[in-house]
Every structure is written in structure tokens, then in C-alpha cells.
């Protein structure tokens, strides 16, 4: 008998993996897989932790309260001169790929970062890479780094729709406390061993827009006044010694007469300088209004005396400021309600109600 190997034998002993790869395919395997269940080790403690939380915050909280937040004091600080351009105007909710969640519409100029690209802790005694904002992990003491996640024990979540702020603990922990569910972004559910019961009042993620409810309507009214009867204390320190006749009670209006507010439609670019003039422009560029006359109980500020081309009659272009309380000044519509008369709708602190500290 030939003791030669035949080709199949050949062919099986060629096949045959090297000892020493084989080792190292289950080694870089084993690896693998080790990096894989720690990953999900990490996730489920996370998801514990949330769990733990949601659980004492259920039977604890008082839903939709006030909390009596303060802002805190804006630091000094230096802006990144690729957003300098932006720091006066309104900051999105994204910077650089940086989601703002969290962050009241007027605090977001805050959120840029400076020219070393930090974002500077608002007790301004620390500064972090502007990426780890928001990345679930505290880094600021004050917990400023935080508004979007719960990660910072002392951190504050905005509710922008309402004008509301809640404590970080509330977010991402399966209830919805904003109407319109931002809290809840992550979309955590709560367990059903917690037996948690839905009502009219706690609502469980994942969560619906309800902001067009009744009562949300009204809960946000007062809470818009509410911010901007705070805020409007500064436009009567800054008027003051003013001319009441001309600027209001305590000169409340004279703040708006030292800025320019622009508003875009679909055909135009308006331009509101309280007391000075509005402007109009799109093909041409007309003076729609000029200087100013308050009537303060009916919270409007007449400018006559615009550009009269192409009006009837002589008649001249005018305007009519219609002052309507908020936190911010914003300039919300402007229409040719006639001819040659506009109509402005102007959101500002300077006409809301005094604050009396118990609101």
C-alpha cells in the first residue's frame, strides 16, 4: 500500500488554521465582547439611577409648581469671534453642534463659547470644553453645564413654551413636566413595577405636545407676566429722572427708545426705533413713522409723520406701536392694516404690571 497522503489529505492538512492565529482571533474577540457587556453594564446602572429617581420624585413633587429659580448673575467673559457677530442677536438651539436643551431663549448667549473654544461656568470660576456641555456628566459646581440632562444635583431645566423652570432632577425621568414633552427627550418610560397612575396632572412619557391646552394657555400667560413684571424693574431704573409724559410712569418706556428692533416678513425688512422712526424695506426704502407719542393705558406709541409717496391724499405714512407685556423685547408682527397705517405688535417688560414680589 503507497504510504503517500492522497490530494484530499493534502488539501485537509493545508486547511488547517496556525495554532497561534486561532489564539489571536479569540483573543481580539474576547476582547471585544468584554468591551460590549461592560457598555451595557454602564447603560442598565444609568438607566437604575433614572429609575431610582423617577421613583422618589413621583410621590414627592408637587406637578407643575413654581420653584422660585433666580438667574444667576451673568459672568465676564470673552466670545469665540466666530460667534461674536451673533452674541447681541438670538443664539439658536444649536451652536456647534452643541444642542442647547434646557436653556432659556435669552440665556443662550451664554452658551458660546470663547476663544479657547471653552464654555465659562456661570459662578465663573471654571472653564470647560465647550463639548461637554450637555454630555451628561457634571463638570461646573454650579451646574450650569448641565440645563439639558439631570447629571447636576443643583442644575435647572427651562421649559421654554411655558416660561418655567424645573430641577434637573426632572428630566429624562419618564413624567412629562413641560407641555410640550422637551423634558422627556431621551424618552425614558417608567417601569410598570413602579405603578405609577396617569392623570390629569402627571402625564407619562413618552410624552404629547398638550402647550394649546386651556389651562396650559393660562398657566402661561401668568407666568409670562409674571417674568416680565421682574424684568421690567430694570427698564424703571433705567429711566429714571426721565420724562414721565413722554417715557411713562418711572420712564418705563424710555430703555426701548435707545435701540433698534428688526422684524422680517415674507416681502419686507422693518426696522422699530422707538421715538425715533420705523422703516420699511424691500424695493424701496420708506419712513413709515417718526418720533413718538405714548398712551399709556391703552399701551401704545403713535409715530406719524413718515414718508408720504404713493399715499392718498397727502396723507403721510404713520405707525402704531401696540405694547403687549413679556420678558424680552421682540417686535412680533407689522401689517399695513390700511393704507399707509401700520400696525406694530411690540413685546416688552416696560408694560407689564409692577412686580409685588408675591406673584
Given at each position: 500500500m503507497d504510504d503517500q497522503p492522497t490530494q484530499r489529505q493534502l488539501r485537509l492538512m493545508n486547511g488547517r488554521s496556525n495554532p497561534f492565529q486561532t489564539f489571536i482571533a479569540l483573543l481580539v474577540t474576547a476582547v471585544f465582547f468584554i468591551l460590549f457587556q461592560n457598555q451595557i453594564l454602564n447603560n442598565f446602572q444609568r438607566?437604575?439611577?433614572?429609575?431610582?429617581?423617577?421613583?422618589s420624585e413621583t410621590h414627592n413633587k408637587a406637578k407643575y409648581g413654581h420653584h422660585g429659580f433666580q438667574a444667576p448673575a451673568a459672568p465676564i467673559r470673552s466670545v469665540n469671534p466666530k460667534f461674536a457677530q451673533r452674541f447681541a442677536t438670538e443664539i439658536g438651539i444649536k451652536v456647534n453642534g452643541t444642542l442647547l436643551r434646557?436653556?432659556?431663549?435669552?440665556?443662550?448667549?451664554?452658551?458660546?463659547?470663547?476663544?479657547?473654544?471653552?464654555?465659562?461656568?456661570?459662578?465663573?470660576?471654571?472653564?470647560?470644553?465647550?463639548q461637554a456641555v450637555n454630555n451628561d456628566y457634571c463638570d461646573c459646581v454650579d451646574g450650569s453645564d448641565e440645563p439639558g440632562t439631570s447629571a447636576c444635583p443643583n442644575g435647572r431645566f427651562y421649559c421654554e413654551p411655558e416660561h418655567e423652570y424645573l430641577p434637573s432632577s426632572r428630566v429624562n425621568d419618564g413624567i412629562c413636566d413641560c407641555c410640550d414633552g422637551s423634558?422627556?427627550?431621551?424618552?425614558?418610560?417608567?417601569?410598570?413595577?413602579?405603578?405609577?397612575?396617569?392623570?390629569?396632572?402627571?402625564?407619562?412619557?413618552?410624552?404629547?405636545?398638550?402647550c394649546h391646552d386651556y389651562e396650559h394657555e393660562k398657566r402661561l400667560e401668568s407666568n409670562i407676566k409674571r417674568e416680565g413684571s421682574i424684568a421690567k424693574k430694570e427698564y424703571l431704573d433705567f429711566g429714571q429722572g426721565q420724562d414721565e409724559e413722554l417715557y411713562g410712569k418711572g420712564g418705563a418706556y424710555y430703555k426701548l427708545s435707545v435701540k433698534c428692533y428688526l422684524y422680517k416678513s415674507p416681502g419686507y425688512v422693518y426696522?422699530?426705533?422707538?421715538?425715533?422712526?420705523?422703516?420699511?424695506?424691500?424695493?424701496?426704502?420708506?419712513?413709515?413713522?417718526?418720533?413718538?407719542?405714548?398712551?399709556?393705558?391703552?399701551?401704545?406709541?403713535?409715530?406719524?409723520?413718515?414718508?408720504?409717496?404713493?399715499?392718498?391724499?397727502?396723507?403721510?405714512?404713520?405707525?402704531?406701536?401696540?405694547?403687549?407685556?413679556?420678558?424680552?423685547?421682540e417686535v412680533k408682527y407689522v401689517s399695513e392694516k390700511e393704507t399707509c397705517v401700520y400696525s406694530v405688535k411690540f413685546v416688552t417688560p416696560a408694560v407689564c404690571p409692577d412686580f409685588d414680589g408675591n406673584r
Open positions: 438607566h437604575q439611577a433614572i429609575m431610582r429617581n423617577s421613583g434646557g436653556v432659556k431663549k435669552s440665556d443662550r448667549k451664554y452658551y458660546l463659547p470663547n476663544a479657547k473654544f471653552e464654555f465659562l461656568c456661570f459662578d465663573g470660576n471654571q472653564s470647560i470644553p465647550f423634558d422627556e427627550w431621551k424618552g425614558v418610560t417608567i417601569s410598570p413595577d413602579l405603578n405609577v397612575p396617569e392623570t390629569k396632572k402627571v402625564r407619562l412619557a413618552p410624552c404629547s405636545d398638550v426696522t422699530v426705533c422707538p421715538y425715533k422712526n420705523v422703516t420699511q424695506d424691500g424695493k424701496d426704502h420708506w419712513v413709515i413713522g417718526r418720533g413718538g407719542e405714548l398712551d399709556e393705558d391703552s399701551g401704545t406709541l403713535t409715530m406719524p409723520g413718515g414718508d408720504g409717496d404713493h399715499c392718498p391724499n397727502g396723507k403721510l405714512r404713520s405707525s402704531i406701536v401696540t405694547f403687549i407685556c413679556g420678558p424680552l423685547d
